[in-house]
Structures are given as structure tokens and as C-alpha cells.
């Protein structure tokens, strides 16, 4: 009896598992439009790894001879990303994102303590702490 009982426990775990594949749910192996592309995925991981180390240059964790040698290789590399996704045909993509981060830049608060680049809109500096002059309106000189 306690042999069926087994058997029973066998057969139902195994359908378990097996339930996807009974019911034809097989994943594609074909590349979906929203996955990143290799070259997309490595320019975000060099950038991230930019703010990174402008991070690291903030707060005292590295040097400004490592800091800017650090930042020469990553720059170098996030533009070779650039170019790579540039030709897998993201043009537009890459072009938004370029006009979202001049604007990212003109309207951005840069701290006067430790020159850390904020987003627009910030009142405080996302690196030290210290309070950003408010700018009052985009445009103002
Ligand atoms: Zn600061």
C-alpha cells in the first residue's frame, strides 16, 4: 500500500513538471524586440559603472589620478558601445537618449562642494549632501 502511495506521489510530481510541456507552452528562441542587445546591455553596464566611479571620486573612495584613468577606459568603452548599438540600427534610440541627457545636463545642478553632476530639479547634492542653489525656471540666465 505504502508502494502505490509512492507511486501515486511519482506520478503526480512528475506530471507537475512535465505540465508546461504537455500543454505546449515552449519558450521562443527567437530574440524578442524588448530584450537588450549585447551591445545595448554592455554601454549600460559601462554606464553605470561611470556613475560608478564619478560616485567612488565623490566621496574620497578614489583618487583623481585612478579616478580619471578609470573614467578614460570607461569612456572609451561606452563609446565603443555606443558605436556597436549605433550599428545594430538603435539609431533613433540612441539619438533620444542623447537629447534626454544634453537636457539631463543644461537644466542639472552642479554642486559647488564636490562638483557632482544632479539631476535637474535637485535641492540637495546626491553625492555630499550639501544644498544646491535652486535654479527657479529652466531658461533663467
Ligand atoms: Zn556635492
Redesign the pocket.
Known amino acids: 500500500m505504502a508502494m502505490f502511495g509512492a507511486l501515486i506521489l511519482v506520478i503526480a510530481v512528475v506530471g507537475f513538471i512535465l505540465q508546461p510541456v504537455l500543454q505546449g507552452h515552449w519558450a521562443s528562441l527567437r530574440q524578442q524586440d524588448h530584450e537588450m542587445t549585447e551591445a545595448e546591455a554592455r554601454r549600460r553596464v559601462t554606464l553605470l559603472a561611470l556613475r560608478d566611479a564619478e560616485y567612488d571620486f565623490?566621496t574620497g573612495k578614489l583618487d583623481e589620478k585612478d579616478y580619471n584613468e578609470l573614467k578614460r577606459q570607461l569612456s572609451a568603452e561606452a563609446l565603443a558601445a555606443l558605436v556597436a548599438a549605433d550599428a545594430e540600427g538603435d539609431v533613433d534610440a540612441l539619438e533620444a537618449e542623447i537629447a534626454e541627457a544634453r537636457e539631463g545636463l543644461r537644466q542639472g545642478a552642479i554642486?559647488?562642494?564636490?562638483?557632482?553632476r544632479n539631476p535637474a530639479g535637485s535641492r540637495f547634492?546626491?553625492?555630499?549632501?550639501?544644498p544646491l542653489e535652486v535654479q527657479e525656471a529652466a531658461g533663467t540666465p
Do not use: L, P, V
Open positions: 565623490a554642486c559647488e562642494a564636490c562638483h557632482h547634492c546626491g553625492a555630499c549632501g550639501q
